[in-house]
């Protein structure tokens, strides 16, 4: 016989922390509100249009966060010189498929986040 299997909600509320600049505050404001609403929905680029064309960067520090790690620590773990990390996060560095693959083991994630 077979057992009864517990069901997964799909609309169960969850808990996000986020650290925004102050003077974008007002614009993830609205974009909550419309998300609670469901009247209106925002890109993250319209909420943060500073980030636009920078994903891969924002990736590589919001993983790096994710994980408790410094730039000195992540590229002792990867093996990628500290100053390239600090490079590749400001945009003055691309990051490349095998770095993204090297990065990626060592923070936990896939590298295609990062490409």
Do not use: W
């Amino acid at each position: 016989m077979q057992e009864p299997t517990k069901k997964h909600h799909t609309d169960e509320l969850v808990s996000v922390t986020l650290q925004v600049r102050r003077k974008d505050l007002s614009l993830l404001k609205r974009y909550a509100e419309a998300l609670r609403s469901e009247e209106g929905s925002f890109s993250v680029a319209e909420v943060f249009p500073e980030y636009a064309g920078r994903e891969q960067q924002v990736a590589l520090r919001a993983y790096r966060h994710r994980e408790g790690l410094t730039q000195k620590q992540l590229s002792e773990l990867s093996g990628i010189p500290q100053h390239h990390i600090s490079e590749m996060e400001n945009g003055k560095h691309t990051i490349g498929k095998d770095r993204a693959r090297t990065l990626a083991q060592a923070l936990n994630c896939d590298y295609r986040q990062l490409l």
